[in-house]
């Protein structure tokens, strides 16, 4: 189930977005971070799996379309789906608007169905 990102989340979401090859360098990780607190349209969805968060998801909503700027799994749960189950979800509550990828999420997008136009 997605959850939305709240402060209290703050340090299991860093490790999860650390996941992300441009996002290793402390001080990247946390402009990163800050950006998704400051600005409304860039929002930042957890994945829970039982008890534990295993997944993130970040994008920015534009009016007719949302890019997915991050997208990461914890290792111990990789292959189970759960990158798919975030995108198929985001794709859901996005309705209408149509998803976008960035050069570093293009590659894992290609592989999720599309509901709504094409990457
Ligand atoms: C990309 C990522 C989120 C996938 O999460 P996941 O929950 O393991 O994905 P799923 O189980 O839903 O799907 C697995 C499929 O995605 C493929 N996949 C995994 N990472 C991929 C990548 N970077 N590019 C393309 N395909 C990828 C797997 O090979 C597998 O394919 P198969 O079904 O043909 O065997 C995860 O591998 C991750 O956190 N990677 C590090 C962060 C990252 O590089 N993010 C950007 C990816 S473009």
């Known amino acids: 189930m997605l959850?939305?990102?709240k402060k209290s989340f703050e340090k299991i979401a860093m490790g999860l977005m650390s996941f992300m090859p441009k996002e290793r360098e402390l001080k990247k990780l946390q402009q990163t971070m800050h950006i998704y607190e400051e600005n409304p349209d860039w929002q930042l969805f957890l994945w829970k799996k039982e008890d534990d968060f295993v997944g993130l998801l970040g994008l920015?909503?534009?009016e007719e379309s949302y890019t997915i700027h991050h997208i990461s799994v914890n290792p111990s749960h990789?292959?189970?789906?759960i990158g798919h189950e975030m995108i198929g979800k985001i794709?859901?509550?996005?309705?209408?608007r149509?998803?976008?990828a960035t050069e570093e999420t293009d590659a894992f997008l290609k592989k999720c169905?599309?509901?709504k136009g094409d990457l």
């Open 78 to 81: 990789r292959g189970e789906g």
């Open 98 to 100: 149509e998803m976008r």
């Open 91 to 96: 794709q859901d509550m996005m309705q209408d």
């Open 3 to 5: 959850f939305r990102y």
């Open 60 to 62: 920015k909503v534009e």
């Open 113 to 115: 169905p599309v509901k």
